[in-house]
């Protein structure tokens, strides 16, 4: 025999074993007709067990979720945002078209259908060229 002392720990992982192995090896009427016999209401049990597996897998799900959010927020926290420029709209069309006057810039815009442009237009235009380096913003430094 083994010299080994068992702790309680070690006592109670056995009895939770053997446990486990008598219920696994029991069919489930045998486990419902033991449920009944002991006073339990299997529905009841059953309901108790479903509702606590539903928790665990909500509990998963939100710490997936708060991960992913945090990982978003990093990965946004990196992005670096331009200050906007304090000058406005019809600030920003004049120096649109000063550059599209230009005689090295190879570059022309066409409008659809020969509409007239929105403001939105114009200020996604603006930022594009900003960000490819063509116009330069107050705030470039340049």
Known sequence: MSSVKRTSADKFKALRKAVADEVLSMTDEEIITDARDQGLDP??????????????????????????????????????KRPTTSFGIEEKKKRIMAFLSEPDTNFSLAFRNGEKQSDSDWETLWDDLVEQGLIKDEHSGD
């Open 43 to 80: 529905g009841h049990i059953a309901l108790m067990m479903r509702t606590k597996a539903l928790d665990a897998i909500t509990t998963v799900r939100k710490q997936k979720l708060k991960n992913i959010r945090d990982n978003l927020n990093a990965a946004q926290a990196k992005t670096i």
